[in-house]
């Protein structure tokens, strides 16, 4: 919002701030409640796979590389979620101790 902000006329921001003070709070909690949440988690690459990315974006027409790795992210885990047992049904089964992988030769 900040960015957004900044590029506003200053006619314009001075109205905005006069919106915000005017503003009744719980009329703004309601606001707020209505509102999409978004998380700004980062998730760091290598410079290498992000050039990868970017490459693979543009062939395929997509307009940011980080809207395609977003969609492929969602898909991904809808798919995990599907195979993977319940986690309701988890957290009641008693822990198992972790098996160490034996890997055959």
Same mark, same amino acid.
Request: glycine letters at 0%; hydrophobic letters at 30%.
């Given at each position: 919002?900040?960015?957004?902000?900044? *590029? @506003?006329? !200053?006619?314009?921001?001075?109205?905005v701030e006069a919106w915000y003070h005017e503003q009744?709070?719980? $009329?703004?909690?309601?606001?707020?409640?209505?509102?999409?949440?978004?998380?700004?988690?980062?998730?760091?690459?290598?410079?290498?796979?992000?050039?990868?990315?970017? *490459? @693979?974006? !543009?062939?395929?027409?997509?307009?940011?590389?980080?809207?395609?790795?977003?969609?492929?992210?969602? $898909?991904?885990?809808?798919?995990?979620?599907?195979?993977?047992p319940k986690l309701s049904e988890k957290s009641k089964?008693?822990?198992?101790?972790?098996?160490?992988?034996q890997v055959s030769k």
């Amino acid at each position: 919002m900040k960015k957004r902000f900044a *590029k @506003l006329s !200053k006619s314009e921001q001075q109205r905005v701030e006069a919106w915000y003070h005017e503003q009744d709070p719980r $009329e703004f909690d309601d606001v707020m409640r209505r509102a999409s949440s978004h998380s700004p988690d980062v998730i760091r690459l290598p410079s290498r796979l992000t050039a990868t990315l970017k *490459k @693979l974006a !543009k062939t395929k027409g997509e307009p940011e590389y980080q809207l395609m790795v977003t969609r492929w992210l969602k $898909e991904r885990v809808q798919k995990e979620a599907r195979t993977a047992p319940k986690l309701s049904e988890k957290s009641k089964l008693k822990k198992e101790p972790d098996l160490k992988r034996q890997v055959s030769k």
